[in-house]
């Protein structure tokens, strides 16, 4: 018959024989030690045992409030870690455990977690740091070695092996227009500027005009040829008074 632990109104089963027995009452017991100091460090071992008995939602739950009472106690910090890679939350487990080797850079057993959870997610180059601490002590630990040989193994992302591309520009040449429509826009865009007028008596500038309908000119330069007509007749009287009076 299953062995069930009740701890707060809820049944845990344990499974039969003597070793699950032990450990349920080894779990009452150290609830109980924590339970009645919040601040001991009894929540360690109960969790230790919530993890032997498969129980890790329980043992995160513990050393999570433990942690809690006891904000960077390193022991914590990597079980913690561990728990939540039991759990597949790799997440949590590498924010925990990044935290531990900060306070602590040479803690073995968290560069240990890391090196296979970083394998998992197949982040190269943080598995391999953490695996050369490890092995920077210890060159000869087998699990380490082949941890960096997968992680060695493992092809680094195009986008660290590549440049990015330079981008290429190409001259885009304006589409020809037609020559008509063109006079039109060159017009357009030179009459309104009131620059150099007297070079308009050309008889080039008279044939471009000739291209514009009076709707497409505005009132300043009709204006403009009206004076402009004006003084060209004024000039022609001249010539031709000049011309009868000798």
Same mark, same amino acid.
Request: proline residues 7%.
């Given at each position: 018959?299953?062995?069930?632990?009740?701890?707060?109104?809820?049944?845990? =089963? *344990?499974?039969?024989?003597?070793?699950?027995?032990?450990?349920?009452?080894?779990?009452?017991?150290?609830?109980?030690?924590?339970?009645?100091?919040?601040?001991?460090?009894?929540?360690?071992?109960?969790?230790? @045992?919530?993890?032997?008995?498969?129980?890790?939602?329980?043992?995160?739950?513990? %050393?999570?409030?433990?942690?809690?009472?006891?904000?960077?106690?390193?022991?914590?910090?990597?079980?913690?870690?561990?728990?939540? @890679?039991?759990?597949?939350?790799?997440?949590?487990?590498? /924010?925990?455990?990044?935290?531990?080797? &900060?306070?602590?850079?040479?803690?073995?057993?968290?560069?240990?977690?890391?090196?296979?959870?970083? *394998?998992?997610?197949?982040? &190269?180059?943080?598995? %391999?740091?953490?695996?050369?601490?490890?092995?920077?002590?210890?060159?000869?630990?087998?699990?380490?070695?082949?941890?960096?040989?997968?992680?060695?193994?493992?092809?680094?992302?195009?986008?660290?092996?590549?440049?990015?591309?330079?981008?290429?520009?190409?001259?885009?040449?304006?589409?020809?227009?037609?020559?008509?429509?063109?006079?039109? =826009? *060159?017009? &357009?865009?030179?009459?309104?500027?009131?620059?150099?007028? *007297?070079?308009?008596?050309?008889?080039?500038?008279? =044939?471009?005009? /000739? =291209?514009?309908?009076?709707?497409?000119?505005?009132?300043?330069?009709?204006?403009? @040829?009206?004076?402009?007509?004006?003084?060209?007749?004024?000039?022609?009287?001249?010539?031709?008074?000049?011309?009868?009076?000798?």
């Amino acid at each position: 018959m299953p062995h069930i632990v009740y701890r707060g109104g809820v049944g845990f =089963t *344990m499974g039969s024989g003597s070793n699950k027995a032990g450990n349920a009452a080894e779990i009452d017991r150290l609830a109980l030690a924590v339970a009645m100091d919040p601040g001991s460090k009894a929540f360690i071992p109960l969790a230790e @045992e919530y993890g032997k008995a498969g129980m890790w939602d329980e043992a995160a739950g513990v %050393l999570e409030d433990g942690l809690k009472a006891s904000p960077n106690f390193i022991i914590a910090m990597v079980a913690l870690g561990r728990v939540y @890679e039991q759990l597949n939350q790799p997440a949590k487990a590498i /924010a925990i455990l990044e935290e531990a080797i &900060k306070l602590s850079p040479e803690n073995f057993r968290a560069h240990r977690i890391l090196a296979k959870i970083y *394998m998992s997610q197949g982040v &190269k180059e943080a598995g %391999l740091r953490s695996c050369g601490v490890i092995l920077a002590a210890n060159p000869q630990d087998v699990e380490v070695l082949s941890l960096r040989a997968t992680l060695e193994a493992l092809a680094v992302p195009a986008s660290a092996e590549l440049a990015p591309p330079q981008p290429v520009i190409e001259s885009v040449q304006p589409a020809s227009q037609p020559a008509s429509e063109s006079a039109v =826009t *060159m017009e &357009k865009v030179e009459e309104p500027r009131y620059v150099d007028i *007297m070079q308009r008596d050309r008889p080039e500038a008279a =044939t471009d005009r /000739a =291209t514009i309908t009076p709707e497409q000119k505005s009132a300043t330069v009709i204006q403009l @040829e009206q004076w402009l007509s004006l003084i060209r007749g004024r000039r022609r009287d001249r010539t031709a008074s000049t011309n009868n009076n000798p």
